[in-house]
């Protein structure tokens, strides 16, 4: 294979839905994406199929020893027979969105509320903005997830409940999701290599899955373009496996399943010791440092490094 060859091996398997992906690749005839995939397999001679047709890069014809890289597309985990280790929260997540500026009730634009009887997370975000508009995550009770006839009077009371007014609140987003914990048992099979979300699901608290996805993209390119270059053998993607796997079970999974029961603690002990680490840590450069430098992941990405 010659140089220009190498050069246009890299296809990225994406949902139809999201168009940041179209706008990262277009233009580049050394990286194809496809968007609305069903299934990915291979034929006898090995050629990757998607929807049961070749991949073909633009203007190349096929390569034989194309990358196949997933970064949020669940079908190529699943027709790997990928299994996909850990488990699924009983609840759903909602997500609810309001007009209302809570900056004039002195919250903040990230806010992480702990509560024994019903947890909140509340952000400002930019949707349709400027002004944006507030979202609440909080959790939602399997009873409450079946009644969809009145999901809007649920969304009037989880906001009324987390901050009451007289005036109803305007909702202007409002849906839910189940939320696992869960960790691919291998991030590569031959030329297909997982990464993101395909690769690792994890609780939103903490917001660890887009950093922890975005560091394995970093990673992925690192390490492929090595192999792309001939300077070094398959043994970097192998490598990119250890590594990424093991911040995904280290310290993704342990933080956000550590972060979701903090949230929700009920015991009162146990609330106070936690709500005491977390003044002591602010008050303290040393400890603060400590826990910005954990849980950026900046922590995960020096312990990856040793692992070769």
């Known amino acids: 294979m010659d140089r220009q060859d190498r050069q246009a091996n890299l296809a990225v398997a994406e949902p139809a839905s999201d168009p940041r992906y179209r706008a990262v690749t277009a233009g580049d005839d050394h990286v194809a994406s ?3 995939i069903r299934t990915v397999g291979t034929d006898a001679t090995g050629r990757y199929l998607i929807n049961g047709v070749p991949m073909f890069l633009r203007g190349t014809n096929y390569i034989g020893s194309l990358y196949l890289s997933a970064l949020d597309e669940t079908i190529v985990r699943k027709d790997l027979d990928i299994e996909f280790e850990g488990f699924t ?6 997500i609810i969105g309001s007009t209302y500026d809570f900056a004039q009730a002195g919250y903040a634009y ?20 400027p002004p944006g508009v507030y979202r609440l995550v909080v959790p939602l009770k399997l009873d409450e997830v079946l009644d969809e006839d009145r999901m809007l009077d649920i969304c009037q009371r989880k906001f009324q409940r987390f901050h009451p007014r007289a005036e109803p609140y305007e909702i202007v987003i409002h849906d839910s999701y189940v939320v696992h914990q869960r960790v691919a048992a291998t991030f590569r099979q031959g030329r297909i290599i997982l990464a993101g979300d395909s690769a690792h699901l994890n609780s939103p ?7 922890s996805g975005i560091h394995d ?4 390119a690192t390490n492929l ?17 250890r590594q990424r796997r093991h911040v995904a079970v280290k310290h993704v999974q342990t933080a956000t399943i550590a972060n979701k029961a903090n949230m929700e603690q009920r015991d009162p002990e146990t609330r106070r010791k936690y709500r005491e680490e977390m003044q002591r ?6 400890l603060a440092k400590q826990f910005l430098m954990r849980t950026s992941l900046i922590d995960s990405l020096r312990d990856a490094a040793g692992i070769t």
């Open 34 to 36: 496809r968007f609305g």
């Open 89 to 94: 929260y009983g609840e759903r997540f909602m």
């Open 110 to 129: 990230r806010n992480y509320i702990s509560d024994p009887v019903e947890w909140y997370n509340l952000f400002k975000i930019s949707w349709k903005g």
């Open 205 to 211: 608290i903490g917001a660890m899955g887009m950093n």
């Open 217 to 220: 993209a970093v990673s992925l």
């Open 225 to 241: 373009l090595r192999v792309l270059r001939g300077e070094e053998g398959e043994g970097a993607l192998d490598r990119y496996v």
């Open 281 to 286: 840590a602010a008050a303290d450069p040393v």
